[in-house]
């Protein structure tokens, strides 16, 4: 009886041989196609990254990639040649992703058309984990179960190219093959409407149709992320909190913020306060020599600014926001910093839409413009954040830097500091959670937030973002 690597060693020479004998060249259509794979890639990868592409065949899709970086395997060395022909700056190896053999690790690892080609799809993805890194993100692309009848026609005239007998994998099957090899599944993002190049037809209706109806595309992308374990050593917290007109917060703010991790720091960020802020907030730190506590004025406007002003004097493993006025309390921080510590999420985000609030917390018409703004950013985003507007937002200084690197793709648009960190976040296929809280009325002064100005500036930052994420 075979065993199970014979087994799956026979599978693989039988692809080998099938793409031994295939063209090398693409056609027409093949081309287009991956052009335009090659733009959604492009979006998804940064061009610092390394990228490992597992089955890359003969280039064709790693030679479109801006990556620095860039890494191919195959089964067929004839494809490889060509490869390496197509992309000079390359490094390439006659390898299977069953039984992986390279140094690493790698920024970016990607599986594109060929994750149904694998003799066993389980093994691939245990195998990655000996060339990744903690912030190693997996990207596979497959076709639908839909698009079957039209992709069988489509070989049978010849407009494309024959394969191998193959799976027919869904994204219930993907993600569950993930999981078993501990990946943890982050964004499924369906895209590709009409994948052939025509007189412009496929921008219209890949750009600015398939978000409508992406249970109808072609292509759907999966991108996924080690299940990193806790932190191996407690990490420190920086807490950042602007406070503009809480004089009396301030006090309170320093004796309910608990010490969490390797220790807590707070950042209190002043922004041109009409009461006595920034006395008070001098006032706590000298009554408070044993905490570590700094302070300092803006000199720009909005929250967004202060946000960015205290997290660049931040010296914490792990970065917090804090609205001064408390209606988030900050007894419930513990709460972020385990989901980060335990590496559940990357990306922690407030939520105070779960449990019941405050009767004079939120006003009808802002909490049904919350739910509304929650149910649209789960959309653009691709992953569950019910909240957008809770002031309260937790991710690690490592990650925060990332997405500062990355600001100017979205730009200096955001007032409020919220939407920068999540649009970033979402960016870098972060893995977000949210964090349910118990919402607060609150105890002293009134609100900064002006609801029909703030709610127009919202909504034109939901259409930035749809032009930026959506329609691409």
Same mark, same amino acid.
């Given at each position: 009886?075979?065993?199970?690597?014979?087994?799956?060693?026979?599978?693989?020479?039988?692809?080998?041989?099938?793409?031994?004998?295939?063209?090398?060249?693409?056609?027409?259509?093949?081309?287009?196609?991956?052009?335009?794979? +090659?733009?959604?890639?492009?979006?998804?990868?940064?061009?610092?990254?390394?990228?490992?592409?597992?089955?890359?065949?003969?280039?064709?899709?790693?030679?479109? !990639?801006?990556?620095?970086?860039?890494?191919?395997?195959?089964?067929?060395?004839?494809?490889?040649?060509?490869?390496?022909?197509?992309?000079?700056?390359?490094?390439?190896?006659?390898?299977?992703?069953?039984?992986?053999?390279?140094?690493?690790?790698?920024?970016?690892?990607?599986?594109?058309?060929?994750?149904?080609?694998?003799?066993?799809?389980?093994?691939?993805?245990?195998?990655?984990?000996?060339?990744?890194? $903690?912030?190693?993100?997996?990207?596979?692309?497959?076709?639908?179960?839909?698009?079957?009848?039209?992709?069988?026609?489509?070989?049978?005239?010849?407009?494309?190219?024959?394969?191998?007998?193959?799976?027919?994998?869904?994204? $219930?099957?993907?993600?569950?093959?993930?999981?078993?090899?501990?990946?943890?599944?982050?964004?499924?993002?369906?895209?590709?409407?009409?994948?052939?190049?025509?007189?412009?037809?496929?921008?219209?209706?890949?750009?600015? !149709?398939?978000?409508?109806?992406?249970?109808?595309?072609?292509?759907?992308?999966?991108?996924?992320?080690?299940?990193?374990?806790? +932190?191996?050593?407690?990490?420190?917290?920086?807490?950042?909190?602007?406070?503009?007109?809480?004089?009396?917060?301030?006090?309170?703010?320093?004796?309910?913020?608990?010490? *969490?991790?390797?220790?807590?720091? !707070?950042?209190?960020?002043?922004?041109?306060?009409?009461?006595?802020?920034?006395?008070?907030?001098?006032?706590?730190?000298?009554?408070?020599?044993?905490?570590?506590?700094?302070?300092?004025?803006?000199?720009?406007?909005?929250?967004?600014?202060?946000?960015?002003?205290?997290? $660049?004097?931040?010296?914490?493993?792990?970065? *917090?926001?804090?609205?001064?006025?408390?209606?988030?309390?900050?007894?419930?921080?513990?709460?972020?910093?385990?989901?980060?510590?335990?590496?559940?999420?990357?990306? +922690?985000?407030?939520?105070?839409?779960?449990?019941?609030?405050?009767?004079?917390?939120?006003?009808?018409?802002?909490?049904? $413009?919350?739910?509304?703004?929650?149910?649209?950013?789960?959309?653009?985003?691709?992953?569950?954040?019910?909240?957008?507007?809770?002031?309260?937002?937790?991710?690690?200084?490592?990650?925060?830097?990332?997405?500062?690197?990355?600001?100017?793709?979205?730009?200096?648009?955001?007032?409020?500091?919220?939407?920068?960190?999540?649009?970033? +976040?979402?960016?870098?296929?972060?893995?977000?959670?949210?964090?349910?809280?118990?919402?607060?009325?609150?105890?002293?002064?009134?609100?900064?937030?002006?609801?029909?100005?703030?709610?127009?500036?919202?909504?034109? *930052?939901?259409?930035?973002?749809?032009?930026?994420?959506?329609?691409?």
């Amino acid at each position: 009886m075979s065993t199970v690597s014979e087994l799956t060693q026979s599978h693989l020479e039988k692809i080998r041989a099938f793409y031994d004998a295939a063209p090398t060249t693409p056609n027409y259509f093949s081309r287009g196609y991956h052009r335009l794979l +090659a733009h959604y890639y492009n979006l998804l990868i940064p061009a610092d990254a390394s990228v490992l592409e597992i089955g890359c065949g003969s280039g064709e899709l790693l030679a479109g !990639l801006h990556a620095t970086r860039k890494t191919g395997i195959d089964l067929s060395a004839v494809q490889l040649k060509a490869a390496a022909a197509r992309v000079p700056g390359a490094v390439f190896h006659v390898q299977s992703g069953e039984f992986l053999e390279l140094p690493g690790p790698y920024d970016y690892i990607i599986i594109s058309d060929t994750l149904n080609f694998a003799a066993d799809v389980q093994q691939i993805f245990r195998q990655l984990h000996r060339v990744s890194h $903690a912030n190693t993100r997996l990207i596979l692309n497959y076709h639908s179960g839909l698009w079957r009848p039209a992709l069988s026609l489509a070989r049978f005239l010849g407009v494309k190219a024959r394969q191998p007998q193959s799976s027919w994998l869904s994204t $219930a099957d993907v993600r569950n093959l993930l999981q078993l090899a501990d990946w943890s599944p982050v964004v499924v993002q369906p895209r590709m409407l009409f994948p052939v190049p025509c007189l412009g037809i496929m921008t219209l209706f890949n750009r600015w !149709l398939a978000p409508f109806v992406s249970w109808l595309c072609l292509t759907v992308f999966c991108i996924a992320r080690p299940s990193v374990p806790r +932190a191996a050593r407690p990490l420190t917290v920086s807490v950042v909190i602007p406070a503009r007109n809480e004089a009396g917060n301030i006090a309170d703010a320093v004796r309910r913020t608990p010490q *969490m991790g390797g220790g807590t720091e !707070l950042i209190f960020v002043e922004g041109h306060s009409r009461d006595d802020t920034w006395e008070q907030i001098q006032r706590v730190v000298r009554e408070n020599p044993a905490l570590k506590i700094k302070h300092l004025q803006q000199t720009g406007r909005g929250k967004g600014d202060a946000v960015r002003l205290g997290f $660049a004097v931040a010296t914490g493993d792990v970065l *917090m926001i804090l609205d001064a006025d408390l209606t988030m309390p900050p007894e419930e921080l513990p709460k972020f910093y385990d989901v980060i510590a335990s590496g559940r999420a990357e990306f +922690a985000n407030g939520v105070r839409l779960v449990y019941p609030m405050d009767e004079e917390a939120m006003q009808f018409l802002n909490l049904c $413009a919350n739910k509304t703004f929650g149910l649209i950013f789960t959309w653009l985003l691709g992953q569950q954040v019910k909240d957008t507007l809770c002031g309260t937002k937790v991710l690690t200084r490592e990650h925060y830097e990332r997405i500062a690197a990355n600001r100017a793709y979205f730009g200096d648009f955001d007032p409020f500091g919220d939407f920068d960190l999540l649009f970033g +976040a979402a960016k870098l296929n972060l893995k977000i959670a949210d964090v349910p809280i118990r919402y607060r009325q609150r105890t002293y002064g009134t609100t900064n937030i002006q609801r029909w100005s703030h709610g127009w500036l919202l909504l034109r *930052m939901v259409l930035f973002a749809a032009r930026k994420l959506k329609f691409v």
